[in-house]
T-cell receptor, first 114, second 112 residues
Framework: DAGVIQSPRHEVTEMGQEVTLRCKPISGHNSLFWYRQTMMRGLELLIYFNNNVPIDDSGMPEDRFSAKMPNASFSTLKIQPSEPRDSAVYFC????????????FGSGTQLSVL | GDSVTQMEGPVTLSEEAFLTINCTYTATGYPSLFWYVQYPGEGLQLLLKATKADDKGSNKGFEATYRKETTSFHLEKGSVQVSDSAVYFCALSDQAGNMLTFGGGTRLMVKP
């Protein structure tokens, strides 16, 4: 298996633009997580899905952030409009099922909002 | 709520030195505890885990013991290598095992 695949690897955009980050979890994994990593705040859980259903989105910073999982093999994290303080590395991770704590992480998307 | 506190880095060691990275936690009930490692430019990978008090997790020469009395899960390695240079994250799971709470990460730099 290719592992968790995220795209793009790097994204540079201007303040106010819409940004869409993409994730393909490992086939057969039922849980998917979006994390944000910054120097100041470390690794923060934004939202997680189980069987394509959002279970906990309490970590989503504000309404500018939204996440979807239309099917078991694809998820998106959208920021609209983007702001410079959104600059971070965004990681997607998946696990086999709910209650399985071994997460498999993608390589992340480095987002820079100018 | 649950929280994890790690020693701040960076930790800089010479090759073959002994490593300790401290981790303490606050949680209700009996969480499982984990160490994840992040190599440059990559996502996190599970290094080791322990699911109950006094359990010892081990992998690749690293080990950590679940100490409930001191709420700690310190990571140790007897002889580090340059290839161990990475950021190490301590984490715990909630009671249902649904979510992981991560510490802030500790950067380890090993010099030849």
């Amino acid at each position: 298996d290719a592992g968790v695949i995220q795209s793009p690897r790097h994204e540079v955009t201007e303040m106010g633009q819409e940004v869409t980050l993409r994730c393909k979890p490992i086939s057969g994994h039922n849980s998917l997580f979006w994390y944000r990593q910054t120097m100041m705040r470390g690794l923060e859980l934004l939202i997680y899905f189980n069987n394509n259903v959002p279970i906990d989105d309490s970590g989503m910073p504000e309404d500018r952030f939204s996440a979807k999982m239309p099917n078991a093999s694809f998820s998106t994290l959208k920021i609209q409009p983007s702001e410079p303080r959104d600059s971070a590395v965004y990681f997607c991770a998946s696990s086999l099922n709910r209650g399985n704590e071994k997460l498999f992480f993608g390589s992340g998307t480095q987002l820079s909002v100018l | 709520g649950d929280s994890v506190t790690q020693m701040e880095g960076p930790v800089t060691l010479s090759e073959e030195a002994f490593l300790t990275i401290n981790c303490t936690y606050t949680a209700t009930g009996y969480p499982s505890l984990f160490w994840y490692v992040q190599y440059p430019g990559e996502g996190l990978q599970l290094l080791l885990k322990a699911t109950k008090a006094d359990d010892k997790g081990s992998n690749k020469g690293f080990e950590a013991t679940y100490r409930k009395e001191t709420t700690s899960f310190h990571l140790e390695k007897g002889s580090v290598q340059v290839s161990d240079s990475a950021v190490y994250f301590c984490a715990l799971s909630d009671q249902a095992g649904n979510m992981l709470t991560f510490g802030g990460g500790t950067r380890l730099m090993v010099k030849p």
